[in-house]
């Protein structure tokens, strides 16, 4: 083959593969300025470690999906979890994905249709009595991880009025050693990182009780360009991801 047909035929290859890559994403769209994804620097999903040593969060890879689609630059930074609040708040951030919270309602919009949930479980030996409720932990011996609030009940777990006995460990595979040990009556752990953990050290007889469902939003400041607009183009591009696929993936 001639030099010039090979040349021909390489950039036609290389243009197939840049139209190929191009076909999921979009050109940033010049309206609209870089924004910043806030989000917990603890995750709720898996006990995975990403490349930058912290903690994957399955939630980066979805933001990555939405605003690519949308032509919207963006960077993702994590932060501990009140301080994701104060940042939207003040507009130090102006998106996140979080379970929706009145106390955001004045500063943010927030998406109609939850983009994924997990649930909030409490787990226990056989024998133990199931749990209900909140209520039910009062006076109980209770192992909770370090750094999660909970969605609140760590407050009620350390009201002394309410008797209950925190034990705080550091990771979930030491939670449900704990657990195991007896140091504990209940457990508290998210649905991800507690199968992860159980699928690698099972223990037997072991049962849970599903404390609450976290469902995640959306959520975009309202001092962001055409902010309704967007939102509603987000949440149209959201409803076409196959988002399971996405946050099942191996973000390493």
Same mark, same amino acid.
Request: net charge neutral; hydrophobic share 45%; aromatic share 8%.
């Given at each position: 083959?001639? @030099? ?8 036609? @290859? ?89 106390? $955001? ?10 983009? /994924? ?9 056989? @024998? ?25 009940? $760590? ?32 457990? $508290? ?42 939102? /509603? ?20």
């Amino acid at each position: 083959m001639a @030099a010039h047909t090979l040349c021909r035929a390489a950039v036609l @290859a290389a243009t197939v593969i840049a139209l190929a890559a191009g076909t999921t994403a979009r050109a940033a769209d010049p309206r609209f300025p870089e924004l910043e994804y806030a989000y917990p620097d603890q995750s709720v999903w898996t006990t995975r470690i990403d490349q930058r040593g912290e903690p994957d969060n399955p939630l980066l890879r979805l933001a990555a999906a939405l605003f690519d689609k949308a032509g919207i630059p963006w960077h993702g930074r994590s932060y501990p979890a009140a301080r994701v609040f104060t940042n939207l708040r003040d507009g130090t951030a102006q998106f996140s994905m979080l379970v929706a919270s009145p106390g $955001l309602e004045e500063c943010c919009l927030i998406g109609r249709a939850p983009v /994924a949930s997990t649930e909030l479980r409490v787990y226990r030996a056989a @024998a133990t009595p199931p749990i209900r409720d909140a209520a039910g932990l009062a006076g109980k011996r209770v192992v909770t991880i370090r750094g999660y609030s909970y969605g609140g009940l $760590l407050d009620f777990l350390s009201d002394a009025r309410n008797g209950a006995v925190n034990n705080a460990t550091v990771g979930h595979q030491a939670a449900f050693a704990m657990l195991d040990a007896g140091r504990g009556d209940y457990l $508290l752990d998210y649905t991800g990182p507690a199968v992860e953990v159980l699928t690698g050290h099972p223990i037997g007889g072991l049962r849970f009780d599903v404390l609450s469902r976290l469902d995640v939003h959306l959520v975009l400041s309202r001092s962001y360009p055409e902010a309704a607009a967007v939102m /509603a183009r987000l949440e149209a591009i959201a409803a076409t991801l196959d988002t399971g696929a996405i946050l099942a993936a191996d973000g390493k």
